[in-house]
T-cell receptor, first 116, second 115 residues
């Protein structure tokens, strides 16, 4: 059974710092990995999608890397801002027997606070 | 764009009652799924569907039924509500891009309390 772990569980940093969130998974046979952001009481917003054949993806100040063989992904946030405060979730999907991605297995998230 | 729409946003049920959580998407995605989110447990997959007429169980399917008669709709039915089903429920639809990556898009959630 796939298990996803996110470290740290919580992180508080001053505005402007660069930071790294970590995600590890136990089964390297993944279809893809997705990073989400969740604000309190809200749904999940997709940040970055990395296919199993890719090493990294970038969107603005966000960069996500994937090392499938070691079962690790990192989310790098550059020049953090108070608006980045949220819970960040990592999720992996296996491959459905009929082809395509299976359901997502989530980590428990990193609760990030950016201090003004 | 509406994306993934869930109704209702909040619901209180009595133990033993049944109800249906609605989920609709307007993106013509083939894959849809339901998750529940509980404190300390993260999000867990309940049921999913890879297309109209096809459904399958996820990690925590007991007490829930689904059907997929159209591409757009994927309702989740609670047969006989129990306090253990108190949770926040999220519906998602997924799109496979031309490069083969599958990206999931989530609704805003339904907060269910069973008393």
């Amino acid at each position: 059974k796939q298990e996803v772990t996110q470290i740290p569980a919580a992180l508080s940093v001053p505005e402007g710092e660069n930071l790294v969130l970590n995600c590890s998974f136990t089964d390297s046979a993944i279809y893809n990995l997705q990073w989400f952001r969740q604000d309190p009481g809200k749904g999940l917003t997709s940040l970055l999608l990395i296919q199993s054949s890719q090493r990294e993806q970038t969107s603005g100040r966000l960069n996500a890397s994937l090392d499938k063989s070691s079962g690790r992904s990192t989310l790098y946030i550059a020049a953090s801002q108070p608006g980045d405060s949220a819970t960040y979730l990592c999720a992996v999907s296996g491959e459905y027997s009929g082809g395509g991605a299976d359901g997502l297995t989530f980590g428990k998230g990193t609760h990030l606070i950016i201090q003004p | 764009n509406a994306g993934v729409t869930q109704t209702p946003k909040f619901q209180v049920l009595k133990t033993g009652q049944s109800m249906t959580l609605q989920c609709a998407q307007d993106m013509n995605h083939e894959y849809m799924s339901w998750y529940r989110q509980d404190p300390g447990m993260g999000l867990r997959l309940i049921h999913y569907s890879v297309g109209a007429g096809i459904t399958d169980q996820g990690e925590v399917p007991n007490g829930y039924n689904v059907s997929r008669s159209t591409t757009e709709d994927f309702p989740l039915r609670l047969l006989s509500a129990a306090p253990s089903q108190t949770s926040v429920y999220f519906c998602a639809s997924s799109y496979t891009n031309p490069q083969g990556g599958t990206e999931a898009f989530f609704g805003q959630g339904t907060r269910l309390t069973v008393v």
